[in-house]
C-alpha cells in the first residue's frame, strides 16, 4: 500500500508497459463515502454513482442487490434480508459487506469481467486511524486490486476543485460528505491546518428525525428525512418561506398521519450539527498561521461534497468567518474527480522500491548480528 496522506504526489512517467497493466485491470479512484461510493477510470471520468448499501440475505449466507437496488430496499426489507451501510462517519463498520459493495463495483466498471485486477486509489478521511486506513486497503486488496493508494479526501476535494494546492498561497476546503466533514488549509502541497468532525449530512437527517419524534410525536425513516432535509431544510432562517407536507407514523396508534411544517422548523431541528460544522471550520481558522490568512482572506473558502447544498451554508459560513465562500459547481462528484487527477499523476505500472526499502530491511534482519554491519539507507 501507498499512502500520500494530505501530500501531494510527484508526477510520475509512462510507463512503457502501461497498455500491459491496463490489459490486467483499469486504473480506478474510489470516493468510498458514507452515503455514496464513486468511481473514476483513468481516460473515461466518471463510470460509477452508486448509493453505499448492501442487501444480504442472512439464512443462505448471499448477496442480494448492491448499490441503488440495495437502498431501496432500506427499512422495506422482510426479515431474511437485511440492508448495510457498511460505512459509518467514513470508516468501515462492516467489512465483508464493505468488500463484498467494493468487489461488485469494480466489476461493473469492468464489464463483469472476472479476472481484473486494477490499481485502486482509495479516498478516506484524514481523521481516521492508521487501523481504519488499513481496514481500507484490505478490504481493496480483496476486492482483487493490484495495488492501492490511499489519499485523503480534503487532498482530493482540493484538487477536484481547481484549488492551488501545490502554490505558495494559502488555499482551504470544507468537504462535507454523508459522515464526516473535513477541514483543511493548504500551502505548497501539503496541509498546515485541519480538522475532521464526524458530523455531516446523515447527522443532520438523525436531527430531524429525533426532532419529529421529540415534538410531534412520529417517526420517518432515513430517506424521509433526507427528503425534508433536500426541500425545506437551511442554515439560516428565512432563506425558504414554504410549507413541507409529508406523511408519517403516528407513535401513539401506530397509524399513518399527514403533517404540515414550515420550513423555519427545519431550520431549528439541524441546528445543533451546522453549528458543529461551522464550529469546525472556525477552529481550523483559528489555528491557522497569520502568514496564511490574508491569502483566505482573498481568495475565501471553497465547499464540496453533498452537505454544502444546505441552503445558506455558504452564506452562514461568510458571516460568521468574514472571508468569501463559494461552492464547488459540482460538489457532489469533487472528491473523486480530484483522486482522478491524482492518478493521472501517479506512474502506470509497479512501483519501484525504494532504498531502504521494506525488503531490504527485512534481508537485514534476518542477518546475524556478526553479519549485519550498518543498516540500509
Not at 479516498?123 to 489519499?151: H, K, L, M, Q
Not at 446523515?202 to 426532532?211: F, G, L, N
Not at 439541524?270 to 460544522?277: A, C, L, M, W
Request: aromatic fraction near 2%.
Amino acid at each position: 500500500m501507498q499512502d500520500l496522506g494530505d501530500r501531494m504526489p510527484a508526477p510520475g512517467r509512462r510507463s512503457r508497459l502501461a497498455w500491459l497493466w491496463s490489459s490486467i485491470g483499469h486504473d480506478l479512484a474510489v470516493d468510498l463515502g458514507t452515503a455514496n461510493t464513486l468511481i473514476v477510470v483513468r481516460g473515461r471520468g466518471l463510470v460509477l454513482f452508486q448509493p453505499s448499501c448492501v442487501a444480504v440475505d442472512r439464512d443462505r449466507e448471499r448477496l442480494i442487490a448492491v448499490g441503488a437496488e440495495a437502498r431501496e430496499m432500506l427499512g422495506r426489507a422482510p426479515p431474511p434480508i437485511e440492508v448495510i451501510r457498511p460505512l459509518s462517519s467514513g470508516v468501515i463498520s462492516d467489512y465483508d459487506a464493505a468488500q463484498h459493495m467494493l468487489r461488485e463495483f469494480i466489476l461493473r466498471v469492468h464489464r463483469r469481467r472476472r479476472f481484473v485486477k486494477p490499481r485502486v486509489v482509495v479516498c478516506v478521511p484524514s481523521g481516521i486511524t492508521p487501523v481504519a486506513r488499513r481496514a481500507v486497503e484490505e478490504a481493496a486488496i480483496d476486492a482483487r486490486a493490484r495495488r492501492v493508494v490511499i489519499v485523503s479526501e480534503p487532498l482530493a476535494a482540493a484538487v477536484g476543485a481547481g484549488l492551488p494546492v501545490e502554490e505558495a498561497r494559502g488555499c482551504m476546503v470544507v468537504d462535507i460528505g454523508g459522515g464526516t466533514t473535513e477541514v483543511a488549509v493548504f500551502v505548497l502541497g501539503g496541509v498546515v491546518v485541519s480538522a475532521s468532525v464526524p458530523v455531516a449530512g446523515d447527522a443532520m437527517d438523525r436531527a430531524i428525525a429525533s426532532h419529529l419524534r421529540k415534538e410531534h410525536g412520529v417517526q420517518v425513516g432515513e430517506r424521509m428525512a433526507e427528503r425534508l432535509k433536500i426541500r425545506g431544510a437551511a442554515a439560516v432562517q428565512g432563506l425558504r418561506e414554504l410549507i413541507v407536507e409529508f406523511p408519517a407514523k403516528d407513535l401513539s396508534t401506530g397509524r399513518p398521519r399527514r403533517l404540515r411544517l414550515p420550513a423555519g422548523e427545519l431550520v431549528e431541528a439541524i441546528e445543533e450539527p451546522v453549528s458543529q460544522i461551522v464550529d469546525a471550520v472556525m477552529g481550523v481558522l483559528e489555528r491557522t498561521p497569520p502568514e496564511v490568512v490574508p491569502d483566505l482572506a482573498v481568495d475565501g473558502i471553497t465547499l464540496t461534497g453533498g452537505g454544502s447544498l444546505l441552503v445558506g451554508l455558504d452564506r452562514r459560513l461568510a458571516a460568521e468567518a468574514g472571508v468569501p465562500v463559494r461552492v464547488d459547481p459540482e460538489p457532489m462528484t469533487c472528491v473523486v474527480r480530484g483522486a482522478g487527477q491524482l492518478l493521472e499523476r501517479l506512474r502506470p505500472g509497479r512501483p519501484r522500491l525504494p532504498a531502504g526499502n521494506v525488503r531490504s530491511r527485512a534481508r537485514f534482519a534476518a542477518r546475524g548480528p556478526e553479519r549485519r554491519g550498518p543498516p540500509p539507507a
